[in-house]
């Protein structure tokens, strides 16, 4: 485990240096570049100019008042989604007669488009912001559902034989037998479904809510604003890869150590 | 103390694979009456039912016909070894005895790691071990459950033979100071003689009981005295008929599923 982790560390940050810093600055020259051939600052903006813009509703802190709403509406969504998908998932994995009669549900709610629920949900419950929550859940919990129920039909038979046996009580079965094989199934679905989540919440704020980073993308698509679509959308980009490589991963990390251990 | 009776049991597997159409009885008709504190081994050649019949002992076998009767109005706590480790790969060594205990174990599940040789692995993770040491760790583990019952299905396979000698005469120690009813299932004659108190042959194709003897004969034994020598002698010749021991099956029978996850507790 010592070895292991040793032979890591000195390995991850030249590989940072050496590959991501450098492809992640040839992108911006790339962009330099062609924005500069197109010669036409409205239509396709310079970094320079996309980070001014942002610069700009960052002081007046409508940028961080959108990131602020769009990430909460995220947020709640996201919560609703896991408990759901992740108890309709289990449900179907451990239930043989509950996956044969609701499964084929599952299937067609994955398969719904996202435009049709969150238009569907706006008419049925106004365009209000439980309408916007319970839309983003629809869309998300069914990819959630998925990827849990996998992983609670691989559930190790044996090792539940064995504390069946020897009368180990549900919870601590539950806690440190079922729980710690769920864990991976757990993240890839919220790795898979904050990326899912937070799109979907643009398109639900674009078509009908007053605020957040969505409504501010369709004030800006009515004046053409390309600047300001790209800044808004750079700060969001720049927040969600902060969340998976500074909260998702460490925890995947952590809960895979036995793994490689 | 505990002891159980089995009824007529007898247990059919459906038809598997695409060849065959029959069903297949692996235990037919079994009655036998296990006075509290014996200790049982169960022999016989593969595929003949012995590990089903420990299943059907331990109440994970449900598709079986007759009745498994205690001699007390209780469930038994039961400790068991299975043929494979059955270990939670995410769990140190310590942490999977203390998961099937009480609280305040974890001094016993250390001494009892000590008795099987494990002294100092306490905090691996089982893949840190070799296939040998998780099945020590399984032995521990089933003691540990202080059992009235003590279920072991080839407990010391695999071991080397004075490290398995040591091991018999812990296993005899405990049962004499603990006296936990025991049921073992062992492909190895020598073993069942010098250990228990009664031995029990499967037939192979009939399912049926072929023999049963008792073995009155103090502890420690050893197979060149004459009584157990006769006893090693007449099982060796039942085994006459019994097909060619094969090495590498005997899960098939029970649990099919359950193969490939113990392949991959041993290996990972």
């Known amino acids: 485990m010592k070895a292991a982790a040793a032979l890591e560390v000195p390995r991850r940050r030249p590989d940072w240096l050496r590959f991501k810093l450098p492809s992640f600055i040839a992108l911006l020259v790339l962009w330099q570049v062609s924005a500069m051939l197109i010669a036409d600052p409205a239509l396709f903006p310079t970094p320079l100019a996309t980070l001014e813009t942002g610069y700009l509703h960052l002081m007046t802190g409508e940028l961080l008042f959108s990131l602020a709403v769009t990430l909460a509406r995220v947020a709640v969504a996201f919560f609703f989604a896991m408990a759901l998908g992740s108890a309709i998932g289990i449900a179907l994995g451990r239930s043989q007669p509950m996956d044969a009669i609701f499964g084929g549900w599952l299937s067609i709610a994955l398969n719904m488009p996202a435009l049709v629920t969150i238009v569907l949900c706006y008419v049925w419950f106004g365009l209000s912001e439980t309408a916007a929550i319970v839309a983003v859940t629809i869309n998300k919990a069914p990819t959630v559902a998925a990827i849990m129920r996998e992983g609670a039909r691989a559930l190790d038979r044996q090792l539940l034989e064995a504390t069946q046996v020897f009368g180990v009580s549900r919870w601590k079965v539950l806690r440190h037998v079922v729980l710690p094989q769920l864990a991976p199934s757990f993240i890839a679905s919220a790795r898979a479904g904050l990326a899912l989540t937070w799109k979907i919440v643009l398109v639900v704020e674009l078509l009908g809510r007053p605020n957040g980073i969505g409504f501010q993308i369709r004030t800006f698509f009515n004046y053409f604003d390309i600047a300001g679509i790209l800044a808004y959308s750079l700060a969001f980009i720049a927040i969600v890869l902060a969340i998976e490589n500074f909260i998702v991963q460490p925890v995947e990390r952590r809960t895979g150590r036995w793994r490689t251990a | ?268």
């Open chain 2, 1 to 268: 103390m505990i002891g159980l009776t089995l009824e007529g049991i007898t247990r059919r597997f459906p038809a598997e694979g695409p060849g065959e159409t029959t069903e297949k009885t692996v235990l037919q008709d079994i009655s036998l009456a296990i006075e509290p504190g014996a200790f049982v081994t169960v022999v016989g050649p593969s595929g003949v039912g012995k590990t089903t019949l420990l299943r059907i002992i331990a109440g994970l076998d449900h598709g079986f016909q007759g009745r498994v009767a205690w001699s007390e109005n209780r469930q038994p706590k039961i400790g068991m070894v299975f043929q494979e480790p059955r270990l939670a790969p995410w769990l140190s060594v310590i942490d999977n005895l203390l998961l099937i205990a009480a609280p305040g174990a974890r001094a016993e599940a250390l001494d009892l790691l000590d008795l099987v040789e494990l002294a100092g692995s306490e905090n691996a993770l089982p893949r840190q071990l070799s296939g040998g040491m998780q099945r020590r760790a399984a032995l521990a583990r089933a003691l540990l459950a202080k059992p009235d019952l003590l279920l072991l299905d080839e407990p010391l396979i695999s071991l080397d033979s004075t490290r398995a000698e040591r091991l018999r005469s812990h296993l005899v120690g405990y049962w004499q100071a603990r006296k936990p009813t025991i049921v073992m299932v062992t492909h190895d004659f020598v073993e069942a003689v010098e250990l228990s108190s009664r031995v029990i042959a499967l037939a192979p194709e009939s399912g049926r009981i072929a023999l049963d003897r008792t073995i009155p004969l103090p502890h420690p034994r050893r197979v060149t005295d004459p009584a157990e020598a006769a006893l090693l002698d007449e099982l060796r010749d039942l085994a006459r008929d019994w097909p060619a021991p094969s090495h590498t099956t005997e899960e098939g029978e029970a649990a099919p599923r359950a193969s490939n996850a113990a392949m991959r507790l041993l290996t990972i």
